[in-house]
C-alpha cells in the first residue's frame, strides 16, 4: 500500500520560512517523480514545483522560483519543499504527489497546511 505523509506545514508570518516533507512507503521511491501542488481556499490545485527521478527540479516560475527549493534523499523515501521568504498568497493546503517515471501510475498525499500572516 502507497503512502505519502506529508508534515512541517504550520503558520508563519510573512518572510519567513518552513520546510515541508513528504515520506512515501510502499513504492520504488528512486523510480518516481516527485512534486509539489498547493490549494488556496476557493482555488484550483496549482503546480508547485517538481523533482524528476534523476534529480532534475522544476518550479513555477511566477509564483515560487527563487524562494521556494524542492530536493529529495532517497536513501530515506522523502522529497522536501524549503519555502523562504514566505507571502500570505502562499498560504495553501501543500500536497505531495508521486508519478512513476515511467508514467505507469501516480500518488497524493493527504496535505499539510501552511498559514502566512502578514
Known amino acids: 500500500q502507497v503512502q505519502l505523509v506529508e508534515s512541517g506545514g504550520g503558520l508563519v508570518q510573512a518572510g519567513g520560512s518552513l520546510r515541508l516533507s513528504c515520506a512515501a512507503s510502499?513504492?520504488?521511491?528512486?523510480?518516481?517523480?516527485m512534486a509539489w501542488y498547493r490549494q488556496a481556499p476557493g482555488k484550483e490545485r496549482e503546480f508547485v514545483a517538481r523533482?524528476?527521478?534523476?534529480?532534475?527540479?522544476?518550479y513555477d516560475k511566477d509564483s515560487v522560483q527563487g524562494r521556494f527549493t524542492i530536493s529529495r534523499d532517497d536513501a530515506k523515501n522523502t522529497v522536501y519543499l524549503q519555502m523562504n521568504s514566505l507571502k500570505p498568497e502562499d498560504t495553501a493546503i501543500y500536497y505531495c504527489?508521486?508519478?512513476?517515471?515511467?508514467?505507469?501510475?501516480?500518488?497524493w498525499g493527504q496535505g499539510t497546511q501552511v498559514t502566512v500572516s502578514s
Open positions: 504527489n508521486a508519478v512513476h517515471r515511467l508514467s505507469l501510475g501516480g500518488y
Open positions: 510502499g513504492l520504488t521511491f528512486s523510480n518516481y517523480n
Open positions: 523533482i524528476s527521478w534523476s534529480g532534475r527540479s522544476t
